[in-house]
C-alpha cells in the first residue's frame, strides 16, 4: 500500500533547466528525506526535514534545495541541472524519536538530464 | 558509523531458505541493526531490526551475534517476489541523518 507519493515518475529535461520534484506522505511522520539513487543503484541521503527544519545537508551542490510546505509534502527543486544529475529521486519518511530509521520510500522520480 | 560487508549476490529457488550474512564488525553500542530491500523501480522497503539475539516478524527472520559483529536476515520460503537488492545498515536509533546503503546483496530466485 502506497503512503508516500512522487510526482512525476519520469522526467526529461536538457541541461541548465531547473526541475522540481514533488513528494507527499499520509503517513503522519514528522521527518521527510530525498535519497539520490545513481546509475550504480548507490543510494546516498539528500536532505532530511523535521518540522521544516533542515536537519541534514549531505553538501549537495547548491542548485538542489528542498523545499516544505508542511510536514506531509518535501519538494525538490534543482535549479539549473547538469548531466551528472541523471538519477532516481526517492522520497521516505519517517516518525521522529525512536524509530524514526524505518523510513517509508516513495516510488521515486526518475530523471534523465540530455 | 559502522560500515557493513555483505555478500553481492545469492541465488535460490522458489519454496527454499535464505540466508543473506552482513559483517558489522565496528557496530557501536548505540547501533541497531535494519535491512530494507528494494525490488526495480521501487524504493526500498524496511523488512525487519533488531539489536541482539533474535528478532522475527511477519516477513523475516533476524539473527544477530552474541559480540553483534555479524547478523543474518532469514527468508523462509522464498518466491519469485523475493528477488531483490537486500541492504543491512547499521545506524543510531537516535541519529535523524538518513541512512546510509551500500551495494546491498542482489537475491535471485529461480522458478
Known amino acids: 500500500e502506497t503512503a508516500v507519493f512522487q510526482t512525476p515518475n519520469y522526467h526529461v529535461t536538457q541541461v541548465g533547466n531547473e526541475v522540481s520534484f514533488n513528494c507527499k506522505q499520509t503517513?503522519?511522520?514528522?521527518?521527510m528525506y530525498w535519497y539520490k539513487q545513481d546509475s550504480k543503484k548507490l543510494l546516498k541521503i539528500m536532505f532530511s526535514?523535521?518540522?521544516?527544519?533542515?536537519?541534514v545537508n549531505e553538501t549537495v551542490p547548491r542548485r538542489f534545495s528542498p523545499q516544505s510546505s508542511d510536514k506531509a509534502h518535501l519538494n525538490l527543486r534543482i535549479k539549473s541541472v547538469e548531466p551528472e544529475d541523471s538519477a532516481v529521486y526517492l522520497c521516505?519518511?519517517?516518525?521522529?524519536?525512536?524509530?524514526?530509521?524505518?523510513?517509508?520510500f516513495g516510488p521515486g522520480t526518475r530523471l534523465l538530464v540530455l | 558509523l559502522a560500515k557493513t560487508t555483505q555478500p553481492p549476490s545469492m541465488e535460490a529457488y522458489e519454496g527454499q531458505e535464505v540466508n543473506v550474512s552482513c559483517s558489522h564488525t565496528n557496530i557501536a553500542t548505540s547501533e541497531y541493526i535494519y535491512w530494507y530491500r528494494q525490488v526495480p523501480h521501487q524504493g526500498p522497503q524496511f523488512i525487519i531490526q533488531g539489536y541482539k539475539d533474535y528478532v522475527v516478524n511477519e516477513v523475516a527472520s533476524l539473527f544477530i551475534s552474541a559480540d553483534r559483529k555479524l547478523s543474518t536476515l532469514s527468508l523462509p520460503w522464498v518466491s519469485l517476489r523475493d528477488a531483490a537488492v537486500y541492504y543491512c545498515?547499521?545506524?543510531?536509533?537516535?541519529?535523524?541523518?538518513?541512512?546510509?546503503f551500500g551495494l546491498g546483496t542482489r537475491v535471485s530466485v529461480f522458478p
Open positions: 521516505a519518511s519517517s516518525p521522529w524519536g525512536f524509530n524514526q530509521d524505518t523510513q517509508y
Open positions: 526535514y523535521n518540522n521544516k527544519q533542515l536537519i
Open positions: 503517513l503522519g511522520h514528522d521527518t
Open positions: 545498515i547499521v545506524t543510531d536509533l537516535y541519529y535523524a541523518q538518513g541512512l546510509t
